[in-house]
Every structure is written in C-alpha cells, then in structure tokens.
C-alpha cells in the first residue's frame, strides 16, 4: 500500500483553510530568512501610485494621441500623466542616491549590516522608479509584490535575491513596517493613502516606538489632497502631530534630510 503523504508536503492540506496559520508564518518566516541571509537590517520605504509613468513614456504616449487627434477628455489625461511624470524621476534619482550612500557606509564598515535598503511594494509606477534607481547604483533594492487578481506584475528591477510575493496584506505591511528606518511617500491614490495613514497612526499612537521620518515628497500635490491643518482645527489631532512629516520637492533636499535625520543611527544595532 502506497504510503500517506506527510503532512508539511500534502499541497491539499497546506491551501486548506485550516492551514492558514501556516501560510501567514510562511510569509513572515521565508523573507526573515533571506533579509537575514543577505545582511538586510534596515530599509528606506518608497510608497506611491502604480499609474505614475516614466516620463518618455508618458510623452510617447501623449504625442500619439495628438497624432491620431484623440478626443480632447483623452488628451486632458494625457496631459496630466505626463505632468505628473517628473515624479517617477525624482523617485530614481532619490533612490540612486540613497543607495549610492548606503553602499558607501557598508564598504566604510561605518554600518553593521547593510543599512537604509532601498523598498517599493514592488510593482510598476513609483515603485519601479525607486527599484530602479537602486539599480542604476547598483546595490541592493527589495520588492515586497503582493498578488492581486487583475495587476501588479514584479517590476524588473528589483534584486532577484530580494523579490517577494505575499498573498496577505497584512503580513506585507508588518514586513514594511518592521524593517523601515524611513518613509518616502510620493503623490498617489487610496493605495498610498492606506500605507501613509497607517504608519502615521502607528507613530503617533506610540506602536511604532522608533523615530523614523517621514517624508511627503511632492507639497503641491499633498497639501492639495489632504488638508491636515483642518484636522488640527476641528481637535481631530494634535498641532504636535504635524511634526510627524515634513513635505520635500526634491530629490537633493529629500536626501539631504534623511542622511542629516538617518546619520546618527548608523552606529546603532
């Protein structure tokens, strides 16, 4: 009689809904052991819209339309991409940078382990743009996928070593959390909002204990978007909370602010 099979390779059991709790461990346990494989012990978190294009591709596009003499509406959303473009470019020259000087202070040993890992969620758009400015420095970027039933295919700058696809959004955003020294939000929809929202609660509650900055890349956009001072005005926060973020419009005075906030942990375990 042919045996049983055993219980942690019966692919059955294992999809089942009883083994769930397996599952979610798995997607904590499997990325632990690679950040620990490969030295991780920190992260610079990059958040922002999947619809945000490279700016010759937005442009390329645009100049199509016209040619083809697309209805104005089409036009107008063309218009905007390629407006809204230079983002993806400032996300790859921050992410360069950021990288370049990580590199720097693993080679100098001024760091135990590599530090300030450049992380996107994964996908295309503003998370393509900050893998792929890490790999034009050629370091280092992690990519934490998650699998969703019509989008976000793994971009293909994302270390290979350091590529992962979650099935559980919470498990994904503990691993965003947990591993992050810093917070870069760049303009983007109810996706992006989700993520800032929440590690501002976590801050601001005291669940995330570290003082970790957090920057709102873009102030045109977000102060257009979201009115905080209103939220202070109707008691819903704190002034103090304010303090939480503070806006940058560029790549230099984005990075400028993180090595002056991220400089004096770098002899810190």
Not at 138 to 161: D, K, M, V
Not at 167 to 183: D, N, T
Request: proline residues 6%; neutral net charge; contains cysteine.
């Amino acid at each position: 009689m042919k045996s049983a099979p055993k219980a942690y390779k019966n692919s059955e059991f294992l999809n089942s809904p009883q083994a769930r709790t397996i599952r979610i461990l798995s997607e904590y346990l499997e990325p632990e052991s690679r950040f620990e494989k490969y030295n991780i012990q920190d992260t610079v978190v990059f958040f922002g819209s999947a619809r945000i294009q490279p700016p010759e591709k937005a442009r390329r596009h645009r100049d199509e339309l016209h040619a083809r003499g697309a209805a104005a509406a089409e036009l107008r959303m063309a218009e905007a991409a390629l407006n809204i473009s230079n983002y993806y470019q400032d996300a790859v020259d921050l992410a360069r940078m950021i990288t370049v000087w990580s590199k720097e202070l693993y080679t100098c040993n001024q760091c135990h382990g590599r530090r300030f890992i450049v992380c996107s969620g994964g996908g295309p758009g503003i998370m393509q743009a900050a893998n792929r400015g890490a790999s034009e420095a050629g370091g280092y970027s992690i990519g934490l996928n998650i699998s969703l039933p019509f989008e976000q295919e793994p971009n293909p700058y994302i270390s290979r070593e350091l590529m992962f696809e979650f099935h559980y959004f919470f498990v994904r955003k503990f691993w965003f959390a947990y591993l992050a020294k810093a917070l870069i939000i760049f303009p983007g929809g109810f996706g992006t909002l989700d993520e800032m929202m929440e590690i501002l609660t976590l801050v601001q509650t005291g669940k995330m204990t570290k003082n970790i900055p957090i920057i709102l890349f873009g102030s045109n956009f977000w102060k257009q978007i979201l009115n905080f001072e209103a939220l202070v005005d109707w008691g819903m926060i704190c002034p103090e909370d304010l303090n939480l973020f503070t806006f940058c419009d560029t790549p230099q005075e984005a990075f400028d602010y993180l090595k002056k906030r991220l400089e004096p942990i770098c002899a810190a375990p």
